[in-house]
């Protein structure tokens, strides 16, 4: 499969609440802030902080049936969303659209005209589907997994993205890949839910097969299954592909045809359309799971050809279900939905078509959006926030007592080298190439996949363009990227309930700072720390630091191995360290900023809380969240993110400042001694 985009460290972030109704004597929160409603005085915060700060809403929040959880993300992906939609349909009634707009628009109409869909049936598929059932050689396999367009799996994806050791050159990166689970667990872990989940995917696999009139679909299915299960055998497990060191083994394509025999690499390549040459000689990739690599070539060389048709065509039509009759959609939705996701209900079709144009046009459709919705007082104040954030960290890291003077010039060199991207970029991509068509959604669909590719293809040998962005502008999330420095803020997280210029400090630093403070340590988490302030993987610590600062790691790992958020599944404190150092470590730094804010002064009470203890309950509340089981277990098995109340109590019970606030005691289910509490940043 080719990913068009690899954001390295990338993060789900806190959000917040909507303003609370003053419940105590003294001034209210103005405008908005904790919400009084949600907090449980029943439980006491050392016991379960998350459910102190939000049990008022999980006793009574519904999910609702075509989502797989509730909370504050789900309320602002909800705003923005409908933002999203009221722009694009706003265009239907606008004359002289520019050719950007027009596309858009054919985007959305080509989407949400399901009568036209129907009434095609699999005709806009059939040729790609042809070509599959044409597939007679191993070469031919390989090439139809190299081409962007078709969006199909393979033993092996391709990434193009920024030389980890060369941050001023692109790379061509490849990783393994194949599955229809989400992770390799779902193939090998024998758990009661994870059995059935795997029959219901022969099922699947089975129903989609039959939708191309194929005979024999359940033993056919069991082939693909069994295929998917070689190669799950072969791939590394979700918590060492995080290992940059590991991960990174660049090599010629000629050592890669030595080192994994039986694939064709330049059939694969070619496809894709990455030259064989560079300026500096013969072309270089860069492989990840390395040893995974020569496995997985001999499960592809094994497998007869009819599997591999029908393993292509079962990823084909998943690829685009969306776009194909509703019985493929629905069969698509009933597993991906359904059964790994816990939903009942498809979202409606508009808000799925400016999803998909938020993926194909994000910028043109970004442009729109911060045009209307990002003001520049919004601006104003999160570059405030960022600064003040950024400079709680100089200030933490020169009085840090386990960091030698060499590791620190070092540390803090790199933070002033930071590059804060905050609502949009500041040049909007071009996409006067893309061709769109206002009939035919699975076009548009290959459109735009093969465009970006083309794009990222094109500028391959060039200079790395440090302005570009990899998230679009309505996304509520962020992320820091180690190969440039940098911290990104997309407008569609810097509103309000989250963030609000004009809102109590407090909150904004409970809330948006501890995000800033999140992206800002994935620069010193135990992956970005390998990284120096040009963007380059290279170790700049003495070795005393380094193995000091690997043992509290390792000690918060130990921590976050313990919690077992569903009964016989326990969080993998390996895979998520670095969220939950970010985590740690963004909420130190956010108080501390909060603190520098006042400058010297005290905070106000409000609501009869203080100032520290309306801090702590806005982070907490930004992380309010209810989750289906199924997603719950897909998280734990394969995603570096805790779930949500994890990444309130596992936080907070390492912050000294949340001792002091409420009062924790010894005695308290949270509490950690002193000596205990993990103190990196």
């Not at 349909?89 to 520019?98: A, D, I, R, S």
């Not at 050689?137 to 962007?148: E, I, K, Q």
């Not at 809330?511 to 990284?531: M, N």
Request: aromatic residues 10%.
């Amino acid at each position: 499969m080719l990913k068009l985009v690899r954001l390295v460290a990338l993060c789900s972030v806190a959000l917040p609440v909507y303003a609370g109704t003053a419940h105590a004597a003294g001034p209210a929160v103005p405008p908005w802030g904790v919400d009084l409603s949600y907090v449980d005085k029943s439980v006491a915060p050392g016991e379960d902080f998350f459910l102190y700060a939000n049990n008022g809403w999980l006793k009574t929040a519904e999910i609702p049936a075509d989502r797989s959880y509730a909370g504050v993300n789900l309320e602002i992906d909800k705003q923005n969303e409908a933002k999203l939609r009221g722009l694009i349909e706003g265009l239907h009634k606008k004359t002289g659209l520019t050719a950007d707009e027009a596309k858009l628009r054919d985007f959305y109409d080509a989407y949400t005209d399901t009568a036209a869909i129907e009434a095609a049936g699999l005709s806009h598929a059939q040729a790609d589907l042809d070509r599959i059932a044409a597939v007679k050689t191993v070469d031919d396999v390989a090439v139809l997994m190299g081409t962007p367009a078709l969006n199909l799996d393979g033993p092996y994806g391709i990434y193009l993205g920024i030389d980890d050791k060369h941050p001023g050159s692109y790379s061509v990166n490849l990783y393994q890949s194949g599955l229809g689970l989400p992770d390799r667990d779902y193939y090998l872990r024998n758990d009661k839910e994870i059995v059935e989940t795997r029959a219901a995917y022969r099922k699947y696999l089975a129903q989609m097969l039959s939708f191309t009139g194929a005979a024999n679909a359940d033993a056919r299915a069991e082939a693909i299954f069994k295929l998917e299960e070689a190669m799950a055998g072969a791939h590394w497990p979700a918590d060492q592909r995080r290992d940059a060191d590991k991960t990174y083994n660049p090599m010629k394509v000629a050592d890669l045809e030595g080192m994994a025999p039986g694939f064709p690499w330049r059939g694969l390549l070619g496809a894709a359309g990455i030259p064989m040459t560079s300026a500096k000689g013969d072309r270089m990739v860069i492989v990840a799971e390395r040893s995974a690599f020569p496995k997985l070539a001999e499960v592809f060389k094994a497998t007869p050809i009819e599997v591999w048709r029908d393993y292509l065509t079962t990823r084909y039509l998943h690829a685009f279900a969306a776009d194909l009759p509703k019985k493929v959609d629905d069969a698509d939705f009933a597993f991906y939905g359904v059964v790994l996701q816990g939903k009942t209900a498809q979202l409606d079709r508009p808000t799925r078509a400016v999803a998909l144009i938020d993926r194909d046009m994000g910028e043109a459709l970004g442009r729109l959006y911060a045009e209307k919705y990002f003001t520049p007082d919004a601006k104003a104040k999160a570059d405030e926030l960022v600064h003040n954030m950024l400079e709680a960290y100089r200030q933490d890291i020169q009085t840090l007592a386990w960091m030698t003077p060499a590791t620190r010039e070092k540390a803090l060199e790199k933070l002033a080298k930071y590059m804060p991207k905050i609502g949009y970029p500041d040049h909007w991509r071009d996409y006067g190439a893309l061709k769109t068509s206002a009939g035919d959604p699975v076009a548009n669909a290959k459109a735009g996949t093969q465009f970006e590719w083309n794009r990222e293809v094109a500028r391959l040998d060039n200079p790395v363009d440090r302005t570009e962005w990899g998230m679009s502008v309505p996304t509520n999330n962020a992320y820091y990227n180690p190969t440039l420095n940098e911290i990104v803020f997309p407008a569609g997280i810097l509103q309000p309930p989250f963030f609000d210029a004009g809102a109590d400090d407090a909150v904004n630093y409970g809330e948006i700072g501890a995000t800033i403070g999140h992206e800002i340590s994935h620069g010193f988490d135990d992956q970005g720390s390998k990284y120096d302030g040009d963007g380059v993987l290279k170790s700049w610590w003495t070795d005393e630091d380094r193995k000091n600062f690997d043992a509290r790691t390792t000690a918060l790992a130990a921590q976050y191995d313990q919690y077992e958020p569903l009964p016989g599944l326990h969080i993998n404190g390996k895979l998520t360290l670095g969220e939950n150092i970010a985590d740690v470590a963004g909420l130190v730094i956010a108080y501390k900023a909060y603190h520098i804010s006042l400058h010297g002064k005290p905070a106000p009470v409000l609501n009869g809380l203080t100032g520290d203890q309306r801090f702590y309950i806005a982070y907490s509340q930004s992380w309010r969240e209810k989750n289906r089981d199924a997603i719950l277990r897909a998280r734990l098995l394969s995603n570096p993110h805790s779930p949500a109340s994890y990444r309130v109590n596992g936080v907070v019970r390492n912050d000294d400042g949340w001792y002091a606030a409420f009062d924790i005691k010894p005695t308290d289910k949270y509490y950690l001694a002193p000596d205990k509490r993990v103190k990196l940043w």
